[in-house]
């Protein structure tokens, strides 16, 4: 069951999110303990990628809430989760629970995930991280264990067919120490380890002071690559380099980030309209009307309900996603239903395979022909890119220069 969960939820991210690239599976080893401290900004969607695209089984730590959510507390417990009881959710147990149950996976070569920064969040910054993946590693007291910081980045983390990118980065190897009665490792060693996982997660993760500076670096990636292909993997350095670059200019020539920014931002962003979709999905477009017409309507009641219920942007993804996995399936043998009234089985069962490919089809042709098209003048964006081009060389100059 396990297998088919995660082949169904993988299934599910690649048709949510149009591109999704996993990079640093080479930082997993297989013949090691793992701790995955993972960065946590869309709701229970991030925990979907760690479980569809880490290279080994995992478990998760997981408020002790969730266990008795409807459908939600199922899943948790169908792939090993942990409860962590906090004083604020008001669940009864306690961390030393938690704690040994994590101790004895890792003690069997297994793997976990944690979420240090303790809640999920759409802030521009990490929050404080909490001791808690240090005390796990260090108090597992195991002579191979790493913890491998996980950065998840999302283009638009809402937004039904944007990108993603996971990135497994470089792995932290723990040095086994004992531990007191009850289990702890030193508050020294904690502390240290605790902020040795914060850098591991700075180099796997975009960000900025504010969600104005994040805007800003993404309107100038986009004019700077233009209409270049590049892979999100790429996108995301790039954007870590506008960042340095935006740290550089506001410390040193507030003056001229003020006019670059001022550039970048009278730039517009690229609209729809331009069709330049390839032949063959105009000659598909009849076939695409079919499948929009079947699954619009489950389409449309699932933004409704998620504008309805979820109030937090972090967790909008989330209600898309349960409400897809919900509601498409029983549309589908909602109309099988009906086809078989009128038309018998076999008409039922071609329509219960027919109707969610037709429903593919209809997305990767309508997603084809409203390409974006650019309207500014191209002089304009080329000397935005001359301009970010300078920043980097005088920034790359003063790197060289010995100190």
């Not at 969040?121 to 991280?129: F, K, T, V, W």
């Not at 993946?133 to 983390?157: F, M, N, Q, W």
Request: aromatic content about 10%; some cysteine; glycine content about 6%.
């Amino acid at each position: 069951m396990r297998a088919f969960l995660v082949a169904t939820f993988r299934l599910a991210v690649r048709i949510f999110y149009r591109r999704v690239e996993v990079v640093g599976l080479e930082n997993v080893r297989s013949d090691r303990a793992i701790v995955f401290a993972v960065n946590h900004p869309n709701g229970l969607v991030d925990p979907l990628f760690v479980l569809c695209f880490a290279p080994r089984r995992v478990s998760f730590l997981a408020k002790a809430p969730l266990f008795h959510y409807f459908f939600i507390g199922w899943i948790v417990r169908m792939f090993d989760s942990i409860p962590v009881f906090r004083k604020q959710d008001e669940v009864t147990g306690s961390n030393r629970e938690t704690f040994a149950r994590a101790r004895e996976i890792l003690a069997g070569g297994g793997s976990i995930a944690i979420f240090p920064e303790g809640t999920t969040h759409s802030d521009p910054q990490l929050h404080p991280l909490k001791t808690g993946v240090a005390r796990i590693a260090l108090g597992a007291s195991l002579p191979s264990l790493d913890v491998v910081p996980v950065g998840i980045y999302y283009t638009e983390k809402q937004t039904f067919r944007s990108n993603a990118l996971v990135v497994f980065g470089a792995p932290i190897a723990v040095t086994p120490e004992p531990v007191d009665e009850s289990g702890e490792p030193r508050h020294e060693s904690v502390e240290e380890l605790t902020a040795r996982i914060d850098e591991g997660l700075d180099a796997v993760t975009l960000q900025a002071d504010s969600h104005a500076a994040l805007e800003l670096i993404a309107r100038a990636e986009d004019i700077f690559s233009g209409d270049a292909s590049h892979s999100i993997a790429e996108e995301f350095e790039l954007r870590r380099q506008f960042v340095e670059g935006y740290h550089y200019l506001r410390e040193r020539d507030p003056l001229r980030l003020a006019i670059l920014e001022a550039g970048i931002m009278s730039v517009a962003a690229p609209v729809g309209g331009q069709a330049r979709a390839p032949v063959l999905h105009w000659m598909l477009l009849p076939i695409a009307l079919v499948g929009a017409a079947a699954n619009y309507a489950t389409y449309r009641l699932i933004g409704a309900l998620t504008n309805r219920l979820s109030r937090e942007d972090e967790m909008r993804a989330t209600m898309k996603f349960v409400g897809a996995l919900t509601l498409y399936p029983l549309t589908w043998v909602a109309i099988a239903a009906l086809v078989w009234w009128r038309f018998g089985f076999i008409a039922a069962l071609a329509s219960l395979i027919a109707v969610p490919l037709l429903g593919y089809v209809a997305l990767v042709v309508f997603e084809s022909i409203a390409q974006p098209r650019r309207q500014d003048s191209a002089e304009k964006r080329e000397a935005i890119r001359d301009e970010i081009l300078a920043v980097w060389n005088e920034m790359g100059a003063r790197e060289s220069q010995p100190s």
